[in-house]
């Protein structure tokens, strides 16, 4: 098997999972329903790694309700470890872990249910300790994932947890994810990956340019995606990358631009399009190297406006992995087999 071969073929497979995460959708709902019928007051997201930022992702459709029902994102082992007390029996913790079997996430589960809180579980994995540990399991059949890192089970368990919290949303106020929105979400994922050479080819180029840093920018969705899309570059490549909230750039962080540095702008139409596309004007002021991903004002990297803001910023995640496999390769690097890393961590 050529370099990176796995985690490419993952990557070509994630058409086939969003197909069963529509199947999944109206089961999705009804999980949902279930869910407000016991009033909750709090709502945590929880996940280690990249299943903590797409935690983020998810949660982002009831920051606009928050007046109904509070909700937050935690990494697993802060939630343990300092937010306990939050956890009682007015609190639903929903964990996301591709394996089901990340101890920080597994603990925290267990502390909240002992507390009286509903526990929900998202996973790719059918059988796993933590189905017996929640009250909920929610198995969405993604089919394997080969490589260590996680690309088609992060979109399979976003689009599922994105149907999850667009249905809470929509019982106090807001709009759901339409059916189409899901389908123009596919025939974009299927796009990309037909001219996947493409942004190979990018990533390569970077390398050859020598840029040795990749700082990410977005805002509201978009920052999940921007840290997902850090994480990938440093598990691939074991580059410096950083993920910022867009307009935190302007302080103190604008002074590494360079010529060795590329601005990655996760910039889909939504609350803070002008805001980030005024930012992106600035860097360019600046000279700085920007990849900017839209679907608005001639882009480097065209986005499906899929209609939800949360969707257009997934779908930047599909490219940004391909060109992180691109750029890992040119430096020589296996994204297969990434240096001290396992597919879970079982232990803290
Ligand atoms: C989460 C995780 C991944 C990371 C690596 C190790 O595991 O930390 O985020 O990229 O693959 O596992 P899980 O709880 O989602 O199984």
């Known amino acids: 098997m050529s370099k990176g071969s796995k985690t490419l073929q993952d990557i070509e497979e994630i058409p086939v999972a969003v197909d069963n995460v529509i199947k999944y959708r109206s089961k999705l709902e009804y999980i949902a329903k279930e869910l407000l019928g016991i009033s909750p007051k709090k709502i945590f997201f929880i996940g280690c790694g990249s299943s903590y930022y797409l935690a983020l992702l998810i949660q982002s459709p009831l920051v606009r309700v928050m007046n109904h029902v509070f909700s937050l994102s935690l990494p697993s082992s802060e939630a343990f470890i300092y937010y306990n007390e939050l956890f009682d029996d007015k609190a639903v913790v929903i964990g996301i872990s591709r394996s089901g079997e990340t101890a920080e996430t597994l603990t925290a589960l267990e502390k909240a249910k002992a507390r009286g809180s509903y526990t929900i579980l998202l996973s790719i994995t059918n059988e796993s300790r933590g189905k017996h ?85 977005g805002s509201g969705p978009s920052y999940a995606i921007a840290l997902e899309g850090s994480l990938k570059f440093k598990e691939t490549s074991y580059v410096a990358t950083e993920a910022i909230h ?48 839209s679907d608005r004002d001639k882009p480097d990297i065209v986005l499906p406006n899929t209609g939800a803001e949360e969707l257009s910023a997934l779908a930047a995640i599909i490219p940004l992995q391909i060109i992180a496999i ?23």
């Open 133 to 217: 540990i929640v009250d909920k399991y929610v198995y969405l059949d993604a089919g394997i994932e080969r490589s260590i890192v996680m690309t088609k089970s992060f979109v399979t368990l976003s689009l599922a947890g994105l149907l999850l919290t667009s249905t809470i949303r929509e019982y106090y106020k807001g709009e759901h994810i339409k059916q189409d929105y899901l389908y123009s979400f596919k025939n974009y994922v299927e796009e990309i990956i037909q001219y996947k050479d493409n942004y190979l080819e990018k990533g390569r180029m970077y390398a050859e340019k020598q840029i040795e840093r990749f700082v990410f920018l």
């Open 246 to 293: 867009a307009l935190e750039f302007r302080h103190g962080p604008m002074a590494t631009i360079g010529e060795n540095q590329v601005e990655v702008i996760i910039n889909p139409s939504g609350e803070s399009y002008d805001l980030v596309y005024r930012l992106y004007k600035d860097i360019q002021e600046y000279e700085g190297k920007i990849l900017r991903l």
């Open 326 to 348: 691109g750029y890992a390769l040119a430096k020589g690097r296996d994204p297969d087999k990434p240096r001290n890393l396992v597919r879970y961590v079982d232990r803290f």
